[in-house]
């Protein structure tokens, strides 16, 4: 596994919303390179890039019309190039994100793929043979083509879905093709000439978009586990150091299917919503949350990943509400101290780190729908549109956030009780002890039902950290006996230890080296 994951700490970019330099109302890559010592300063080393790629924007660039082509409102090939360099220059990665499962319907396979007339991408996508007859469980395509055939969709209706197969064709059905078929065997070639392209170039890996649904009526995901388990041999062949994250959501398959990584997300059966967006969130102060049932599905799935890969658990991305629409002050302070102390490499999305707020009644933009509050641009200081833009605030790609107190980067660089300087010294703790970072292992220690503190064991060979995390306004204890060494981190009030008893202050966090 590329060595470079051990310690990585990710920062996730929506290029949209990042920097603008040309004054043009959206992010471009010259501006994520002007910020990539702001990135490095905060303590992370590594980058995860949503969507670059040429597309018409009906979902955010989730909608690829080239692959091969940087979206010209970012730039050129030759400045993402750049951007490698100089993310490599200061010892950091940068990961891209690949969508493999669906393009845009503006895509020139698809629109070739559209003609009556067989030609080399008449089985690019998944298309019935007639009008008539839907892709059972998907939706579709139809009465857009002389083609005569109905066409699956991967998520909204111009997403075509890539043919790679199903996993067991029904016989009566021909239109079903395996994945053995010479349709979907040159769709996965394909994705391996644009993962080689941009890998060659020098990116270090790829966040992989809705990584497990491939393979088409593959329920239990054997099929799509086969097909990244052929790229991970490729990979393995060709690119060694480069990285897999997967948008899965399942680590046990994720992993299996040679992932490095996999998400823990709002959708899927891992508990996250518990944390931090439900009605009461288990890091809100008002003590209500329950995080059992999260430990219990992390327990389960880390016991499958031992030795596998790791599972990630992001602050937030582009698809959630903001964490800061749930959880607020010191709430948020004790979650970073719970994410940036968890196994895995942390994921933090751009604006978390200064507590960006979700955009409350914004109209959707570039398919965002209710995803567009949580993409507005960064709030870099109190200049013009927060620094983000030098154009007129109409032409900004997304309204900022108007609250007069709005966060700012500047503001809390200057504040040593902020958000951001809090982050930054989990982050520089983390990666001065090695039982805290990706690799090292977790016990959990106390993770009752509607109850708190949280606290679970960190250890990596002789080193052994005890963390207690209480994000309620009440103290709350647990029975436990050790030897509290040393105390490497606190927020809040210490615990103490006494009788074989932890009592952890209220709204307090803390990590302690134990025998
Ligand atoms: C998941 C991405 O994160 C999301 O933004 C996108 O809309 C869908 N996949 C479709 O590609």
Redesign the pocket.
């Known amino acids: 596994m590329s060595k470079w994951l051990d310690n990585a700490i990710f920062y996730e970019i929506y290029p949209q919303s990042f920097n603008d330099t040309n004054g043009d109302g959206i992010g471009d890559i010259k501006g994520i390179i002007e910020k990539l010592d702001y990135i490095r300063e905060l303590g992370c080393n590594a980058i995860w890039l949503n969507p670059c790629f040429a597309s018409p924007f009906g979902?955010?660039g989730?909608d690829v019309s080239d692959y091969y082509s940087v979206a010209p409102r970012y730039g050129t090939n030759e400045d993402l190039k750049l951007l490698f360099e100089e993310t490599h220059r200061r010892n950091m990665h940068i990961i891209l994100d690949l969508?493999p499962?669906?393009t845009s319907t503006e895509h020139k396979w698809f629109k070739e793929s559209m003609r009556a007339e067989k030609n080399k991408y008449t089985d690019r996508y998944v298309w019935t043979d007639s009008i008539w007859e839907e892709p059972q469980g998907m939706s579709c395509l139809r009465g857009i083509s002389d083609r005569d055939g109905s066409c699956a969709v991967?998520?909204?209706s111009h997403?075509p879905a890539l043919n790679y197969g199903f996993y067991k064709p029904e016989p009566d059905k021909k239109w079903q093709q395996s994945m053995d078929d010479e349709g979907p065997r040159a769709t996965l070639c394909e994705m391996k000439n644009i993962m080689r392209f941009w890998l060659g170039m020098g990116c270090d890996g790829f966040r992989v978009?809705?990584a497990g649904s491939l393979v088409k009526h593959d329920e239990d995901g054997k099929g799509t586990i086969k097909l990244w388990q052929n790229v991970r041999e490729f990979l393995d062949r060709e690119f060694p150091d480069a990285a897999m994250v997967s948008?899965w959501g399942e680590p046990d398959k994720a992993l299996q299917g040679g992932f490095h990584m996999d998400f823990l997300l709002h959708f899927g059966p891992s508990h996250y919503n518990d944390l931090f967006r439900c009605a009461e969130p288990y890091f809100s102060s008002r003590g209500k949350g329950d995080i059992s049932e999260f430990v219990k599905k992390y327990k389960e799935n880390y016991e499958k990943s031992q030795g596998k890969g790791l599972i990630c658990i992001p602050s937030g991305?582009?698809?959630m509400d903001r964490l800061a629409r749930h959880i607020h002050d010191d709430e948020l302070k004790i979650a970073f101290a719970f994410l940036l102390s968890m196994p895995g490499a942390p994921f933090i999305y751009y604006g978390d780190e200064i507590g960006m707020n979700y955009v409350e009644n914004l109209v959707s933009v570039e398919?965002g729908y209710g995803?567009t509050g949580s993409r507005s641009p960064m709030q870099w200081d109190s200049s013009t549109n927060a620094g983000f833009s030098s154009a007129s605030s109409e032409k900004l790609y997304i309204p900022l956030d108007k609250r007069p107190n709005r966060p700012t980067v500047s503001a809390q660089a200057d504040d040593k009780s902020s958000l951001y300087n809090e982050i930054k010294h989990l982050i520089a703790v983390r990666q001065s002890h090695n039982a805290l970072k990706s690799k090292g292992k977790i016990e959990f220690i106390y993770a009752e039902k509607d109850s708190y503190p949280f606290a679970y064991i960190r250890s990596m060979e002789n080193e052994k950290i005890l963390v207690v995390i209480n994000p309620s306004g009440k103290a709350a204890s647990f029975e436990f006996s050790c030897t509290l060494r040393e105390c490497i981190y606190s927020f809040g009030t210490e615990i103490s230890a006494d009788n074989g008893k932890i009592t952890a202050a209220p709204q307090s966090a803390g990590f302690y080296k134990i025998r």
């Open positions: 979902d955010a989730y969508v499962g669906h991967n998520f909204f997403q978009d809705m948008e991305n582009h698809d398919g995803r």
